[in-house]
């Protein structure tokens, strides 16, 4: 091996060592740079694919879409195709109008959200029933009665669901109804109280008014009967509810009517009691006589003789008025003739 010293003293030789490290360096450059041209070759084919891909992704989510809203398009024209229908079937709606079946028509109110959801159900359907409307037709009927907040329910439903009466009632239901709130409304109806000044016909209205929503599943016949317990339960009179308990009442108005019978003898007897205060005079502590108190020995003389001056004088012997038996003159003249012949 050529050492340093050698090299030096032979300059060819330190010449040819340059240009093989050179060309060595450049070789080394070179492949270095290539491999760096391979990878970002490779990155750049991968990017492309990659977005190749993510356009392909958009234009298949793009076709879906439009689809979609091609398929919507059509079921939406053949619904109002099939409302118009429909609408051309029905009779004309108005307050009273001619019915084939009935003579008559009822149109149903409107409903804002504002009212109770059961009641509006309740009366929706007699007028259903009236003018004999199938389920699409009350479906119909019931999406051209909301109006306002109620109105907004469409938006959350479907069109095809707009003539579905369940999928309808459902979401009404949710919206507005009261069952979800059963367990708050026993609760107000367990530990409902009557108020100072209420009377006891309020009292029961409020009563009757929390017992459909505390036991919506319960019989008529058994919510009546609880809500009866519960009005005598919330009584302030701790008198009349124990009076009131011992009659065992089944209905919520016949335990009414118990109590407005004993709060009108209670009313009667204490205008009894008034009475009888203000006539009253109380004796007084210094008695007089053989202990009457001399002014109520004086009252009972003066009540005496008013009796006396009322009431005519009557013989009881001769039957006439204007004088006592023992003035009576035809016995007078009976005791003389007797006197008479016995001597």
């Known amino acids: 091996m050529p050492t340093l010293s050698s090299s030096v003293e032979?300059?060819?030789?330190?010449?040819?060592?340059?240009?093989?490290?050179?060309?060595?360096?450049?070789?080394?450059?070179?492949?270095?740079?290539?491999?760096?041209?391979?990878?970002?070759?490779?990155?750049?084919?991968?990017?492309?694919?990659?977005?190749?891909?993510?356009?392909?992704?958009?234009?298949?989510?793009?076709?879906?879409?439009?689809?979609?809203?091609?398929?919507?398009?059509?079921?939406?024209?053949?619904?109002?195709?099939?409302?118009?229908?429909?609408?051309?079937?029905?009779?004309?709606?108005?307050?009273?109008?001619?019915?084939?079946?009935?003579?008559?028509?009822?149109?149903?109110?409107?409903?804002?959200?504002?009212?109770?959801?059961?009641?509006?159900?309740?009366?929706?359907?007699?007028?259903?029933?009236?003018?004999?409307?199938?389920?699409?037709?009350?479906?119909?009927?019931?999406?051209?009665?909301?109006?306002?907040?109620?109105?907004?329910?469409?938006?959350?439903?479907?069109?095809?669901?707009?003539?579905?009466?369940?999928?309808?009632?459902?979401?009404?239901e949710f919206k507005y109804g009261t069952k979800n709130l059963a367990n708050l409304s026993y609760v107000m109806f367990q530990n409902y109280k009557q108020r100072r000044g209420q009377s006891l016909s309020d009292l029961a209205s409020e009563i009757e008014r929390l017992a459909p929503n505390a036991f919506s599943d319960c019989p008529l016949e058994m919510r009546d009967k609880l809500a009866a317990s519960q009005f005598v339960s919330a009584l302030a009179d701790k008198e009349r509810k124990r009076t009131l308990r011992l009659g065992g009442f089944t209905s919520l108005r016949a335990a009414v009517v118990r109590a407005m019978e004993i709060e009108a003898v209670e009313s009667l007897s204490s205008e009894a009691r008034k009475v009888n205060t203000r006539t009253w005079i109380p004796p007084e502590r210094e008695n007089t006589g053989r202990g009457w108190p001399s002014r109520g020995?004086?009252?009972?003389?003066?009540?005496?003789?008013?009796?006396?001056?009322?009431?005519?004088?009557?013989?009881?012997?001769?039957?006439?008025?204007?004088?006592?038996?023992?003035?009576?003159?035809l016995l007078r003249k009976e005791k003389q003739g007797n006197s008479k012949k016995s001597a």
């Open 10 to 172: 032979d300059p060819g030789r330190l010449e040819a060592l340059f240009a093989n490290f050179g060309e060595s360096l450049r070789n080394q450059l070179l492949e270095q740079r290539q491999a760096f041209e391979d990878r970002f070759d490779q990155e750049r084919a991968l990017n492309l694919q990659k977005e190749a891909a993510e356009r392909d992704a958009l234009a298949q989510k793009d076709d879906t879409l439009e689809n979609r809203l091609r398929n919507m398009e059509t079921q939406y024209q053949v619904l109002a195709s099939n409302l118009t229908d429909l609408c051309a079937r029905l009779p004309t709606t108005s307050d009273v109008t001619s019915n084939i079946d009935l003579d008559y028509s009822v149109k149903p109110a409107k409903f804002d959200g504002n009212s109770s959801w059961e009641e509006y159900k309740i009366q929706f359907q007699t007028i259903a029933r009236i003018n004999g409307w199938d389920e699409p037709r009350k479906s119909l009927a019931l999406v051209f009665s909301l109006e306002g907040s109620a109105g907004s329910i469409l938006t959350t439903l479907s069109l095809d669901k707009h003539t579905d009466w369940n999928a309808l009632v459902s979401a009404l």
């Open 297 to 329: 020995r004086s009252q009972l003389e003066k009540t005496t003789d008013r009796t006396n001056e009322r009431r005519p004088l009557e013989c009881w012997s001769c039957k006439k008025t204007g004088h006592l038996q023992r003035d009576c003159p």
